[in-house]
């Protein structure tokens, strides 16, 4: 997994992954939007999905900023050339631009080499910065499923 911190790239396996850190931000800026959708958040179960998630080959792209996770963006690509982007998110610290621009930059350098054809996302319909910025990136919106919009964009390549 491609993974940084301090700026510095190198690839983490899942045992030098701090899951702790993700789930925490998960935490800060997902509570609120699932409880609007009806549901809860918890914690131990998303450190649960994501450990599986990770065992399954989700990739994770983290940037740190000294000791503090300052955003992450998680993906998966299937033998079809579809890559889902499972989750981007940026601590709210950390919205001026830089950090998610840094993301992209790096989720982007990923594509060519896995050959993806195509990208997929779903985003709660009640998270207009999600949607906003889907938007913003060229994102196609395929349709409404479980209370989130399923977004789509062909890559070109």
Same mark, same amino acid.
């Given at each position: ?17 701090? %899951? $702790?850190?993700? @789930?925490?931000? !998960?935490?800060? =800026?997902? &509570?609120?939007? /699932? ?6 958040? #918890? ?42 982007? %499972? $989750?981007?998110? @940026?601590?709210? !610290?950390?919205? =001026?631009? &830089?950090?998610? /621009? ?6 982007? #350098? ?48």
């Amino acid at each position: 997994m491609l993974a940084t911190n301090f700026g510095i790239s190198r690839h983490l396996e899942m045992a030098d992954l701090k %899951v $702790s850190d993700i @789930v925490e931000l !998960d935490r800060i =800026n997902m &509570s609120d939007i /699932i409880e609007k959708s009806g549901g809860t958040y #918890s914690p131990e179960k998303r450190s649960n999905a994501l450990k599986q998630e990770i065992r399954d080959g989700s990739k994770i792209i983290t940037r740190y900023i000294g000791p503090k996770l300052a955003g992450y963006l998680q993906y998966s690509v299937d033998e079809f050339g579809s890559c889902y982007v %499972v $989750s981007l998110q @940026v601590h709210p !610290d950390h919205r =001026n631009g &830089s950090v998610l /621009i840094w993301l992209i930059r790096n989720f982007k #350098s990923c594509i060519p080499a896995q050959h993806i054809k195509e990208l997929k996302s779903s985003v709660h319909i009640n998270n207009a910065v999600s949607v906003s910025l889907h938007k913003r990136l060229g994102f196609s919106l395929r349709n409404t499923e479980n209370h989130r919009y399923k977004f789509f964009l062909a890559t070109g390549l």
